[in-house]
């Protein structure tokens, strides 16, 4: 009786073994490691002299077809990005700044235009804040032209009926990475 039970522990210690299962997987894993993104400030904006009491939106188009009330001496700032041909990139900027001196304040809205060549007038603008673009097929550059509105508060414009005279300024961060 005793040897009976050993060969039925036996059997069944051998069955729960038999029955106990493994399973593996293998993961690939890769990496690609394209140029180095260049980002490059050409010219910095200028809105020129206006008047403290300018009764419209101060608007300096980034694609150069449609600016009212700016200076006679303005112009839309310029980026070059340089990277790897024909690859998506992901550019961002805040969508408004403070321009200041000393205790006076602007507000300034930026809009961003942007075209593989360095043609302005071909450049659409590009979703507020932030946008997706693909590099140029032949020489990996992208091209940013920075205008905007001044006045107002946050993303709203509105004309300068009562802005202190002075001399302002800021600074817009751009950032861009691969998609």
Known sequence: MLRNLFIVILVVLVAATSFAQNANVNMPASATVLTALTI????????GNV?????????????GAAS??????????TITITGAIAQSIRITWPANIDLSHASNHLN????????T?????????LASGGNTATTDGTTGNYYLWVGGQLGGS?????ALSTQATDTYS??????VEYN
């Open 154 to 158: 946050g993303t709203s414009a509105a």
């Open 117 to 125: 060549a360095s043609t302005q007038g071909s450049s659409s603008v």
């Open 170 to 175: 800021g600074t817009a961060n751009f950032t």
């Open 68 to 77: 009212t009330y700016i200076g006679s001496t303005a112009a839309a700032g």
């Open 51 to 63: 008047g403290a009491t300018t009764a419209g939106i101060v608007y300096l188009d980034p694609t």
């Open 40 to 47: 490059t400030k050409n010219t910095n904006v200028l809105f």
């Open 108 to 115: 300034y809205v930026l809009q961003v235009s942007g075209f």
